[in-house]
C-alpha cells in the first residue's frame, strides 16, 4: 500500500507474483492481483497458502506471460 500512496499505483490493476506464501498474502492484502510460482521455493511454500492466488504457474516464464495476457485485457 506503501507503493500505492507514495508512487500512486493503481493497486487493482497491479499484480503480485512470488514463490512464497506470504508473497500471495501480501498481494490479496493490498488488493492485487496474485501469481503464485511453484518452481524454486515455491514447491515447499505450496502448501503454506492460506489464500488462493489468482494463477499458479510452473515457472517465472509462464507467470509473466500470465501477467500479459491479463494486462491487456485490462488496458484494452
Known amino acids: ?5 507514495d508512487l500512486d499505483i493503481d493497486l487493482s490493476s497491479s499484480f503480485m507474483v512470488g514463490d512464497k506464501a506470504t508473497d500471495v498474502e501480501a498481494g490479496k492484502y493490498a488488493g492485487t492481483k ?8 515455491g514447491k515447499e511454500e505450496k502448501e503454506k497458502i ?3 492466488p489468482d494463477y499458479i504457474a510452473d515457472n517465472l516464464l509462464e507467470a509473466v506471460k500470465w501477467v ?8 484494452s
Open 1 to 5: 500500500k506503501k507503493a500505492h500512496r
Open 34 to 41: 496474485t501469481v503464485f510460482v511453484t518452481s524454486g521455493r
Open 50 to 52: 492460506k489464500e488462493d
Open 68 to 75: 500479459l495476457k491479463h494486462e491487456k485485457i485490462h488496458t
